[in-house]
DNA sequence: GGCCGGATATATCAGCCTGATATATCGCCG
DNA sequence: CGGCGATATATCAGGCTGATATATCCGGCC
């Protein structure tokens, strides 16, 4: 009925690259693409189990040398490369995104610039930390695989997240400047105390 | 368990402009936060049912004049109104938004630049629509509403979307210039044909 | 030796949300 | 009067999150 689960690709492609545990995949996808895409526990594993049904994945061959330590290690079969490169051509399919701090502010009409103020300084404060986050990371990505050859790739990640939160500092600007301004004039806004 | 429902204070905040049924917040959603913010039938139902239940909003008396058409329209409650207050002064959590775009170009390494570059050009394009648009709908807002309270405030979420895609549209560009040069030089990516 | 805490590891579930589907009525135009 | 598009509500499969439960391994510390 509804979209195709996202999340089999993104398993897909993080086991095209080696096999691995559920576990393990949870923090590869944290690691590499973590700063666009996450998966969670819950829904990894039942999604691998389903994916196992369907021959896309299948567990590797268990070492005992482990000891009773449970520990499923999955790697792609070629029908599961074969629905990774088929994804990868497909059109992505547009989608609004939903923001959150917009519809706050929106309804903050109703209550008075004061409130609305507080959550661009928030958000604001969130963008510059993650900002000087991901400049950390280029600088390791430039500097460490000199020759991997997903290097270009993580670049381009790398910069869409680097123009995007740059373009979010500069909209909180314009978004204090306004508040303020309608904060000295105070128009026909009702106020609303808190609880 | 899981996070708290947004849909809830979309619902309380449109209908703290005017009461309505189900059917026109869906519109009134779309007309006015539409470029950031979207609800489905199959949310606004279930999730009116239930705040009438929690008392958050209550069923306009019905007038009789519409002969026998079914039509539920829904008013804020005072409690409704407390509950948005509070809502809207909760900071914002913050959550990284999934891209399916980036995580098809992440994995687009393993399968070589030019389906990548595909994408991009798509999504190039779909990001000037969209640009376009909001660009009309810009100039509709400066020049209607010249005394609406809610301007401003329109005007803030319109110039977010704005600085958002020309960021957006900046990014295609290195991309596509990337993309290009890594197709010039084949390096180490393994092709694999299409089914 | 024994104990604790943190990392490793898997599983399950409530509840939010989307997109699809079903159903029925109303007003208008030809 | 028949068809079509807008109005209107409801339901459901299935994706996904965040919380919770459970158990093991390993290293450090007393």
């Given amino acids: 009925m509804a979209r195709e689960s996202t999340c089999r690709f993104a398993i897909l492609g993080m086991l095209c690259r080696e096999p691995m545990s559920g576990y393990d995949l949870r923090s590869a996808i944290e690691r590499s ?42 790697r792609v079969t ?20 939903r923001n959150e701090l917009l519809l706050k502010l929106f ?10 103020l507080a959550q661009v300084e928030r958000s604001r404060s969130e963008a510059e930390g993650l900002l000087a986050a991901l400049r950390l990371i280029d600088e390791n990505v430039r500097h ?22 740059e373009a979010h500092l500069r909209w909180c600007d314009e978004a204090r400047e306004a508040l303020q301004r309608m904060e000295r004039t105070p128009g026909s806004t009702k106020k609303r105390k808190a609880k």
Same sequence: chains 1, 2.
């Fill in 33 to 74: 693409v973590g700063h666009f895409w996450q998966e969670s526990y819950g829904n990894l594993y039942p999604t691998l189990k389903q994916m196992a049904q369907e021959h896309l994945v299948e567990l590797e061959p268990e070492e005992p040398s482990r000891g009773g330590r449970v520990r499923k290690a999955y």
């Fill in 78 to 97: 070629e029908a599961g490369r074969t629905a990774l490169a088929q994804w990868l051509r497909r059109p992505v399919l547009p989608h609004v995104e």
């Fill in 107 to 116: 309804f903050g009409a109703q209550v008075g610039p004061t409130d609305s």
């Fill in 144 to 165: 460490s695989r000199g020759d991997d050859p997903e290097r270009p790739y993580w670049h381009l990640s790398i910069r869409a997240g680097l123009l995007g939160l």
